[in-house]
């Protein structure tokens, strides 16, 4: 049995004990399905609203995937450019860093009213959760550039351009995949809060409305549609870091 499979093993096993221990709890306390309704009852609604959740999810997954893009897209290049231009570092590191500290809710009626109710605000919005760990792991590992690697380009007489491309870059892969690690995961929630913010289609939006009507169970569905997301997600970008850094071993 491959790694791979063995985690999704222990994933599966782990998921079964905590379904089991829930149902009983809900079971055993006599909860009520408006306040936590047991795994069974969110799997029935999986199963009769399948083709509406789904196409939901589709919407999400759609808006996440295209804000992980052009996150990480940005996130590369911003961190080049702070690793190469001493200006743009002076001055635009600290813009990076506040922006961070800002509440995605504040910013999320703004997206909003800039870019509409569709698309365009919930790909910003989740580009702009996942653009500061790309950008700070790249730049991290673009600056701890072993001293070595950097003294054997002087030897060799290398440009500024080809020590950044093939050594500088190369040694700074597996931290950029650190940094995609998070933004994977990170991505759908950006996602969601801008459907939460404004928006008539997605899992962000079916949460709103079911919650709003006390319909938990609906809202448990949603949630397990995107847990599944962010995990697919995830195991597509681990992946795609390990192929990137084949000579990066790394452990469970």
Not at 59 to 88: H, K, N, Q, R
Not at 90 to 104: F, K
Not at 125 to 148: E, K
Not at 186 to 207: D, K, R, T
Request: proline share 6%; no cysteine; net charge positive.
């Amino acid at each position: 049995m491959s790694e791979f499979q063995r985690r999704i093993v222990r994933g599966l096993v782990t998921a079964v004990l905590l379904m089991g221990a829930w149902e009983l709890a809900v079971r055993g306390l006599r909860l009520p399905s408006y306040m936590l309704p047991p795994p069974s009852r969110v799997a029935e609604v999986l199963v009769a609203r399948a083709d509406f959740l789904f196409h939901q999810a589709g919407i999400t997954a759609y808006e996440t995937v295209l804000g992980l893009v052009f996150g990480v897209v940005g996130g590369v290049v911003l961190a080049l450019t702070l690793s190469v231009l001493p200006l743009a570092r002076r001055y635009l590191l600290p813009v990076v860093v506040v922006s961070q500290a800002l509440p995605v809710f504040a910013i999320a009626p703004l997206l909003v009213l800039w870019f509409g109710f569709g698309l365009a605000s919930k790909i910003v919005m989740a580009s702009l959760i996942i653009f500061f760990p790309v950008t700070s792991a790249f730049y991290d590992g673009l600056r701890r550039t072993d001293p070595d690697l950097l003294d054997y380009a002087k030897l060799v007489r290398a440009t500024p351009w080809q020590t950044l491309m093939l050594i500088r870059v190369p040694a700074a892969l597996p931290a950029l995949g650190s940094g995609l690690r998070v933004a994977a995961v990170f991505a759908p929630i950006g996602a969601i809060v801008g459907e939460w913010v404004g928006s008539s289609q997605g899992l962000g939006f079916v949460m709103l409305q079911a919650n709003a009507r006390a319909q938990a169970d609906m809202v448990f569905a949603a949630l397990v549609l995107l847990a599944a997301m962010a995990l697919l997600l995830r195991t597509i970008v681990d992946k795609t870091t390990r192929a990137m850094t084949p000579w990066q071993s790394e452990q469970a």
